[in-house]
């Protein structure tokens, strides 16, 4: 167990670079909430569980498992019917999420914008289904094609891309449960780099039987807690460019750091991941006054969680802890972000003050941890 007094130092073989801050300027929100970042911050401020019916999203039997799904997706309304017919569900919650985010900024997106989609699997279902297909049809090569781009896993960046004419940089990143802070850190280093000028940063999730069993049988949740779906979309730039072109900033992103931990080590590696990321931007520990836990309802984690932050810190835990999965359910891959999106949307519905700093935290069975460290702008 980790003691306050004793927090593992940083592991580093090279000085630290101070990291260039990024500007979050707009958010889209897909997730059992509803529609929206407000629809999200009012649901993780005030507590209010979201979506739990999943009739008509799954063919299959599901699990005795709670669930949270997006009670209505306005795909018609927002990204039009034409070439829609084929995409699954996964391509469209993220084409929603997308959508939203610049709509805030209406023609601001410009020819050297990117994408970088965190993700587990791509579309888990669509995988499944067309493999089952190649097994039920007298030859494989009957299975309808038409069903084939949905199991590519950067199938929902690349349409993206093509339905917004974003020619920047263009990412999947499969890192489960890290994938939020993971594609944080490529399109920080792809802003440095100069492949793009802004970038939308995002997760997506399905909910589906296939998925919903996994996590059922696995008995990596607690009984109680649901399984969800959900998507968000971060647009991301360099502060300059945001003030110049006038788009307020709701959060700035001040570091992203991801690590290791060994069996039995996983308390101690994220208090270092933590505690370099704070390094990172010259922040100290006592600055920090909330929390998004990545964590919630993780058989067991959720405590190595709340200890490895409590470790970081001194020993105490910040005034304002945000549980976006009570809302959203276990979003696996989109969690990262709707964490992020949460955590905004709270700062936004409780006006919180411009430079509260808050940590957004990840960790995993596989031993993966990560944290951002975001302090407010002008969520209010």
């Not at 494989?140 to 038409?146: E, I, W």
């Not at 996983?266 to 505690?275: G, H, I, N, Q, Y």
């Not at 006592?286 to 309802?297: D, F, I, L, N, W």
Request: some cysteine.
């Amino acid at each position: 167990m980790t003691s306050a007094a004793a927090v593992p130092a940083p592991v580093a073989t090279f000085p630290r670079l101070p990291a260039t801050p990024l500007a979050v300027t707009a958010v889209g929100a897909v997730s059992a909430a509803g529609i929206g970042l407000d629809a999200l911050g009012r649901a993780v401020v005030e507590g209010i569980a979201g979506h739990a019916d999943p009739v008509g999203l799954s063919e299959e039997t599901l699990p005795p498992r709670p669930a949270r799904v997006v009670p209505e997706l306005p795909v018609a309304e927002l990204i039009g019917r034409k070439g829609t017919r084929h995409l699954d569900r996964t391509t469209k919650l993220a084409l929603v999420a997308c959508r939203l985010a610049l709509d805030v900024h209406p023609g601001q997106v410009g020819e050297r914008s990117g994408v970088v989609l965190g993700t587990s699997t791509g579309s888990i279902r669509s995988s499944s289904e067309f493999s089952l297909e190649t097994l039920r049809q007298e030859r494989p090569y009957l299975v309808n094609p038409s069903l084939f781009p949905n199991t590519v896993m950067n199938c929902a960046a690349g349409q993206i891309a093509i339905r917004h004419g974003l020619h920047g940089v263009n990412a999947t990143i499969a890192g489960g449960h890290l994938s939020g802070v993971q594609a944080l850190r490529y399109a920080r280093n792809a802003l440095r780099q100069g492949h793009a000028d802004r970038i939308l940063v995002g997760g997506v999730e399905e909910f589906c039987a296939q998925s919903a069993w996994g996590w059922h049988l696995s008995g990596a949740l607690d009984v109680d807690v649901p399984v969800g779906e959900g998507a968000a979309m971060l647009m991301v730039e360099q502060e300059a460019e945001a003030s110049a072109a006038g788009r307020p900033v709701l959060a700035r992103v001040l570091a992203c750091e991801t690590g290791y931990g060994a069996p039995g080590g996983l308390s101690d590696a994220l208090a270092s991941v933590v505690a370099a990321a704070l390094e990172r931007c010259g922040r100290r520990p006592e600055e920090v006054g909330a929390v998004s836990y990545g964590a919630t309802g993780l058989t067991g984690l959720d405590r190595v969680e709340e200890r490895a932050v409590r470790a970081a810190l001194g020993g105490r835990s910040p005034g304002r802890g945000v549980r976006v999965k009570e809302t959203t359910g276990e979003c696996f891959s989109a969690a990262g972000v709707l964490q992020i999106a949460g955590l905004i949307g709270a700062w936004r519905h409780t006006a919180a003050s411009e430079g509260e700093l808050a940590l957004v935290t990840a960790v995993a069975r596989d031993g993966n941890v990560g944290c951002a460290v975001l302090e407010a702008g002008s969520v209010g």
